[in-house]
């Protein structure tokens, strides 16, 4: 396949010993020299179908220059692979070593220029993508030979090539040395633009997420299960390199581990069974958001979510509402069988997937008539994403990103197409009448593809339709610190790239519920529950837990109420024997109206209380209605304590409260006594011994009787709040 003419002039070349240029790799951490200097290689290369695939990569995403400049030809057919690799692991070694040839890819250029491989020998342009890439694998090996397993398949054009590259190795070296020196570099990765080097620095350090599947198992189970791993619970994973794990603070089924764990947590059965799934919070925070809005029964429609996991997540948060989730957005059948094996692991029910894309599908859909959110995750420049290939892996996006990551930017043009495009999917989402809120989702840290196009969405909708406008609402996740809150001021919720984290951009679109639809208790638990405002409350028990509550409280009452009835058929047998027997009495005393007041004297004095002509003071009251349950002529007490400063209104409190007892000529039963204590009767009396005139005696024996009949039940009669 090559031709290389000078191959044989530098084959001597291969025994030559280049450790002292070892220290001039691309990747020069402390690390790597350590391990070069105790004779151990860094790295003992990949398997044949490693290469390929980055090769294939690399040539679909290589920075294409000006006909002008161009010194190396990539081509446009890519190399045949022996076979398709279903390895997760191989495919990320793959794209890992295809993006990093990428960063590189005018460095190694050059490298293979000034080396004299280009253009000293003749290389077929659909291999120069597959050199670069073996290139930079060489030089990370500090330029040592493969390891190779005897079980391994090679590949005729991956053999040709590092034999070149092996031929030239020692001109490799130099070349590589000229370039670090060249750019005053003191290691060749500083040569980077610094967004790039910031971008790898934080990728080192990310933690994993990883939300629990509900469907399987619980949190508590999770955590006891991981404790008996050896892991420990803490607040914070960050600089910590035990086997430790936290809750995240927004999402409470979200747990956060040190990056340095992730070979141990893919061994373990919480992942292999799906009861643990990894995934990027940003995808985490959005289906939070949405849950935050629904009510039992609404549906939701997802669009572009990515990856099924983000689908998935969704299902699980709510599998105690009867609501439906809606995807859009899936254009083959292809992967089907995978999806819904998938689905069927995890124990998700209540999905069901379209093969329309969202701009193609009305929005009076009969079958989209209970949605009630939009969860809209459009495609985005991704700039706010530390690993760039974690995300295209999990969420099946376009690896076009990786060029955008290793040049630190998006161009303007493809910059002004995205905008373009999300503003057309919101307007789209803002169509659909029966629709009460929009979750707008990106990982770009670019105002044109977040704030901008949120702005214009809303100032350029349609007013024409029946249904009340959309406004921005404010962020419905919690927000766990001063930074978040500070960036939240203008209703956007906002997470910026750091160490712990990646980009995050929410916003959430909201309109008035029709007054015609009623919100039922149900819904309004469910909402309060997402939001975190029943901590440990479990819905499906509330009702009888009401009801539980509701016999309680009417059980009191009745109790007391046959209590009461015993006794007021006593007192009531008692009163209406000593009222037939003193009937004549009753019947004098009618003819004479200053009698009873008289009779109320003698009953005053012949108790032993009678006092000093003195007022009633205030403490008297509370006292009296703190021993005394009185019925209801005693009911207003703050009215006998104003009139007594007038003499004209002294007159009318005894017709109202004095007279029902002063009709009983007898002393009180002493059963009855210490309800109604002798000097109360001469307090509120006062001097005054004249009834006043316009009340007839006819009137006083009625006044009087009545509350006969009343006093016994209504002075044992509590009162009943609750009623």
């Known amino acids: 396949m090559l031709n290389a003419t000078s191959e044989l002039q530098f084959s001597s070349e291969e025994n030559t010993d280049i450790s002292q240029l070892a220290p001039l790799a691309l990747s020069g951490d402390a690390a790597a020299k350590e391990k070069y200097s105790t ?23 290589q920075v294409e220059k000006f006909p002008d400049k161009v010194l190396i030809k990539y081509g446009n057919e890519p190399l045949r692979s022996l076979y398709e690799s279903e390895d997760e692991s ?30 000293s020998t003749t290389i077929p342009d659909h291999l120069s993508s597959l050199i670069i890439v073996m290139l930079y694998d060489f030089q990370d090996r500090k330029f040592q030979a493969r390891l ?52 790898e620095l934080r990728a080192s350090t990310l933690p994993l997420y990883a939300w629990i599947n509900t469907y399987k198992i619980s949190s508590e189970e999770v955590y006891h299960s991981l404790k008996e791993k050896g892991y420990n619970k803490v607040k914070s994973v960050l600089h910590i390199d035990d086997k430790v794990f936290a809750v995240d603070q927004h999402c409470y089924d979200v747990l956060i581990f040190p990056s340095h764990l992730k070979s141990d947590l893919l061994n373990i059965d919480l992942i292999k069974d799906y009861k643990l799934v990894f995934q990027d919070k940003s995808r985490s925070l959005a289906v939070h958001s949405v849950k935050a809005l629904l009510n ?7 669009v572009n979510t990515g990856s099924w996991y983000t689908v998935a997540h969704m299902s699980t948060l709510t599998k105690n509402n009867t609501s439906k989730i809606f995807v859009c957005g899936v254009q083959s059948q292809g992967k089907r069988p995978d999806r819904k094996n998938l689905f069927t692991k995890m124990g998700c029910e209540n999905i ?31 700039l706010g994403i530390s690993n760039p290939v974690e995300f295209i892996l999990n969420e099946h996006e376009d690896t076009g990103l990786l060029k955008d990551f290793s040049q630190g930017g998006t161009s303007e043009d493809k910059l002004h197409i995205l905008a373009q495009q999300q503003y057309e999917l919101l307007t789209h989402a803002m169509e659909f009448t029966k629709v009460q809120a929009v979750v707008y989702c990106t990982c770009s840290v670019y105002p044109e593809e977040n704030e901008a196009v949120i702005k214009k969405a809303l100032e350029f909708q349609d007013h024409g339709i029946k249904v009340q406008p ?79 509550k509701k016999k309680s409280k009417t059980s009191l009452p009745k109790a007391s109420t046959t209590d009461n009835n015993s006794i007021q058929m006593k007192i009531a047998e008692f009163l209406n024997r000593e009222t037939n027997a003193n009937a004549n009495q009753s019947e004098t005393s009618t003819t004479k109206i200053c009698l009873p007041q008289k009779n109320t004297t003698q009953v005053g004095s012949s108790s032993q ?106 002075l044992l009669r509590r009162p009943r709040p609750w009623l």
């Not at 997470?495 to 819904?523: A, H, Q, W, Y």
């Open 148 to 199: 190779l397993s005897d079980n391994e398949e090679s590949v005729t054009e991956v053999q040709e090539v590092e034999n070149l590259l092996h031929s030239y190795k020692t001109k490799l070296a130099a070349a590589l040395a000229r370039c670090r020196i060249k750019h005053d570099a003191l290691s060749i990765c500083h040569i980077l633009p610094e967004t790039v080097r910031n971008q």
């Open 470 to 548: 959309y406004r921005l609402s404010p962020p419905v996740l919690p927000l766990c610190s001063l930074k978040e809150i500070h960036l939240s001021t203008d209703k956007f919720f906002r997470m910026e790239p750091s160490e712990i984290t990646n980009g995050c951009f929410i916003s959430v679109l909201t309109r008035e519920r029709d007054p015609s639809e009623t919100v039922s208790v149900k819904d309004i638990l469910a909402r309060a529950a997402a939001k975190g405002l029943l901590d440990g409350i479990e819905l499906g028990k509330s009702s009888k837990q009401e009801k539980k």
């Open 39 to 61: 004779g151990v290689p860094e790295k003992s290369g990949h398997p044949d179908s490693v290469y390929v695939t980055a090769a294939n990569i690399f040539q679909s995403i």
């Open 296 to 302: 039992m029964d609404d549906d939701i429609l997802m």
């Open 609 to 714: 209380v009678r006092k000093p002509n003195k007022p009633a003071t205030h403490p008297l009251m509370p006292t009296f209605m703190k021993n005394t349950s009185l019925s209801r002529p005693y009911e207003r007490p703050t009215n006998f304590v104003r009139p007594r400063l007038e003499d004209r209104m002294v007159a009318l409190k005894p017709v109202e409260i004095v007279l029902p007892p002063v009709m009983l000529p007898f002393s009180s039963p002493q059963g009855i006594r210490p309800h109604m204590p002798a000097h109360f009767y001469y307090h509120w009396v006062g001097p005054k011994t004249v009834v006043p005139s316009y009340l007839s005696t006819s009137s006083i024996s009625r006044k009087g009787e009545k509350p006969k009949e009343n006093l016994p039940s209504s």
């Open 90 to 119: 191989l495919q990320r070694v793959s794209y890992e070593l295809a993006f990093s040839a990428l960063k590189y890819q005018g460095i190694l250029e050059t490298i293979l220029i000034d080396s004299y491989i280009f253009p």
């Open 352 to 382: 069901e997937i379209l093969h329309e894309t969202f701009l193609n599908i009305d929005s009076k859909d009969n079958r989209l008539q209970k949605v009630k959110v939009i969860l809209l995750l459009p495609r985005c420049s991704g």
